[in-house]
C-alpha cells in the first residue's frame, strides 16, 4: 500500500449524536407534562372524592342528630304530659275535699280559710 493516500472526511461527532438526544429530550419532557398532568388529575379527584366523602358523612350525621332530638322531644312531652296528669289530680283530690267541706263559693271559701288560719295562728301560740 504504498503510494496510497488515505484520505478521511471529518464528520462532526456532535451531529448524528444530537439529534437523538433532542428526540430524546422532547420525549422525555412530553412525559413529564404527561406526568404533571396525571398527578394534578389524580390529586383534583382525591379532593373531589374526600369532599363528597365528608358531605355524605356530615348528611348522616346531621339526620342521625335529628332523630335523637325528636326522640328527646317524644321523651319530654311525655315526661310534661305525667307531670300534668299528677298536678290535674291533685287539682280534683283539692276541689272534691273543699266540696265535702261545704265550699261552694268565694265567700264560702273565705270564711273556711279564716277559720284554718285562725286555728293555725293560736296552735303556734
Do not use: C, N
Not at 5 to 30: D, Y
Not at 76 to 88: G, M, N, T
Amino acid at each position: 500500500m504504498e503510494g496510497f493516500i488515505i484520505v478521511t472526511e471529518k464528520k462532526p461527532v456532535g451531529t448524528g449524536a444530537a439529534s437523538i438526544p433532542s428526540l430524546a429530550g422532547k420525549r422525555r419532557l412530553a412525559l413529564q407534562k404527561l406526568l404533571y398532568i396525571g398527578t394534578a388529575i389524580l390529586i383534583l379527584l382525591i379532593a373531589v372524592t374526600d369532599t363528597a366523602v365528608i358531605l355524605h358523612i356530615r348528611e348522616s350525621e346531621l339526620l342521625e342528630a335529628e332523630d335523637q332530638l325528636k326522640t328527646v322531644s317524644l321523651i319530654l312531652a311525655e315526661q310534661a304530659d305525667r307531670s300534668f296528669e299528677s298536678v290535674s289530680l291533685v287539682l280534683s283530690s283539692v276541689a272534691e275535699h273543699l266540696t265535702a267541706e261545704g265550699v261552694t263559693d268565694s265567700a264560702s271559701f273565705d270564711e273556711k280559710w279564716l277559720a284554718l288560719t285562725h286555728i293555725a295562728f293560736y296552735e303556734t301560740r
